[in-house]
């Protein structure tokens, strides 16, 4: 069911989506008969994409992943491939604003410089007084320990991305024209989930931020909403970016939360591997990466660990079974 406006070779390219040639295509296929509202689905299956959106994956983009141009094309021919089937396309947009913990903005030396895009800065760091936070810094200390206590991250200075109202917050155009073709043909709505607003907090899953507390103050709580909604599907199918990050926090927030509900949910899940990829390392004067922040060794290790648990590890070829 591959349509004649999808072009594999777009996906690196940033256009106005062609709404009106999408709609008329999707309204072709299905007078066609060729497919049943997504509402009838006797098994109703959910494809999630974490974080699709430009300022992971156009070559230029402040964050671009390395690998995200083929991993979108991959995932869009997933869902065309299997559309007859999905009942529920979603896609999580990372969403921030200039002064957030993880921005170069938010922190200054004793000279007042900001701190250079994946720098990282510690609670040790704090204590010393080598960087200090433009508001909350008793708190932002807090928060490191808090972060530095999971053992999964240090406090990374991302470079500005995503943020609301600029054009890299968007999702990647070739992915909003599959979407839209889905959403139109399946007579369904595209379900999208922000994350990651909160200045003081980071959402690397979609459920849930890193750190919910500081001291007296929430800055964040799992999202049972959207766990709830995910779990009403017989089979949930994840990719997106990155693998070291924000795919494989959700997973584990997702996983978590199934073994305090249902166990059996579980084997729901699927990870399709070769639609993400990982955030380079960051490496040292010598190449060589940093403890901790060897982010591809992470990824693999993390998702291992997943699968060892239960969830299904496939490729976007292996389809719905």
Sequence with gaps: MIPSFFDPDRFDALYLPRHALVAEQATTIRRAGSLSKAS?????????????????????ASLAVPGAVGDMRRGASFILDNLSRITTLMFSLDTHRAFQVFHPAFW????????KPMSVITAADIKAGRWHAAEHNARMLQYCE???????????????????GAVDHALVPAIFEVALYHSLARQTQTLLVTKGEHPLTENYSVFEPEVKTLGD?????????LFEALMTHDRVYIWG???SHCVAATLESLHDRILTTNPSFMERVFIIEDCMSPVPPVCDDTGTPIPGLDFPSIAKSRLQRLANAGMNIITSSDGLS
């Design 241 to 243: 970016e990155a693998s």
């Design 217 to 225: 103050l929430n800055v964040g709580s799992f999202d049972s909403g």
């Design 146 to 164: 808090a972060l530095e206590s999971t053992g999964r991250y240090v406090l990374t200075i991302w470079p500005f991305h995503t943020m609301l």
């Design 108 to 115: 200054t030396d004793p000279k007042g410089d900001h701190p």
């Design 40 to 60: 009838e689905d006797k098994e109703r299956v959910a494809v999630f994409g974490i974080d699709c959106q430009i300022g992971f994956t156009l070559p230029g």
